[in-house]
């Protein structure tokens, strides 16, 4: 089973309509990121948690919210979707502390918003 | 504030022949510095890290890296490529430890049978 897991792996939804895309992790760490990937922008960071109660916005986190309800489950909100929300969306973990520096990504979830 | 750049969105060789992705980063402090490929449909995968020990990083199907100051850069280089080494290549550099990362646009390398 892989460790981290994204769900839906796609969805095509409206403008205005509310989206979850939720991450779950068997890896036990602490650290959990979203990215958006657009193509000719690489990756680019929305919110990170360092714990249940750490909630961090990223470098563009405006339309968006997270949800860290356990240490393995982290999930991105679309209040209210819009077309410039499409693409892939991925999910990243990482153990605390500066011992470990690297990020391990779940699947992606493909977002397409009409 | 660190940045990645990475020239040449799309690079093709042909099979056997040499891999050079090149990758350049701004950082105020010294950086540590990633490679991660993506295989179509699939995450990020890491190839390779630098973490201010050895300047030539080997990573994982034979790539490696090397980190010079002077030049800011941080090119991942392959002697042989192989059919399966399609895939996108991302750069990332971070400024504290691995926390949190900035990626590099991604270059795709194409290889020719």
């Known amino acids: 089973d892989a460790d981290v897991t994204q769900t839906p792996r796609n969805r095509i939804t409206k403008t205005g309509k509310r989206i979850m895309l939720e991450c779950s992790q068997t890896?036990?760490?602490?650290?959990m990121y979203w990215y958006r990937q657009d193509p000719g922008l690489g990756l680019r960071l929305i919110y990170y948690s360092f714990d249940v109660k750490d909630i961090n916005k990223g470098e563009i986190s405006d339309g968006y919210s997270v949800s860290r309800q356990a240490q393995a489950k982290f999930s991105l909100s679309l209040e209210s979707a819009i077309p410039n929300q499409t693409a892939l969306y991925f999910c990243?973990?990482?153990?605390?502390?500066?011992?470990?520096?690297?990020?391990?990504f779940g699947p992606g979830t493909r977002l397409t918003v009409l | 504030a660190q940045s990645v750049t990475q020239l040449g969105s799309h690079v093709s060789v042909s099979e056997g022949a040499l891999v050079l992705l090149r990758c350049n980063y701004s950082?105020?402090?010294?950086?540590?510095l990633f490679w991660y490929v993506q295989y179509p449909n699939q995450g990020l995968q890491l190839l390779l890290k630098?973490?201010?020990?050895?300047?030539l990083v080997k990573g994982i199907n034979g790539f490696e890296a090397e980190f010079k100051k002077s030049e800011t850069s941080f090119h991942l280089t392959k002697p042989s490529a192989h059919m399966s080494d399609a895939a996108e290549y991302f750069c990332a550099v971070s400024e504290d430890y691995g926390q949190n990362f900035v990626f590099g646009p991604g270059t795709r390398l194409s290889v020719l049978p």
């Open positions: 990243a973990t990482r153990t605390g502390g500066e011992s470990s520096d690297t990020q391990y």
């Open positions: 630098y973490t201010s020990a050895a300047t």
């Open positions: 950082s105020s402090v010294p950086p540590y």
């Open positions: 890896k036990g760490h602490d650290r």
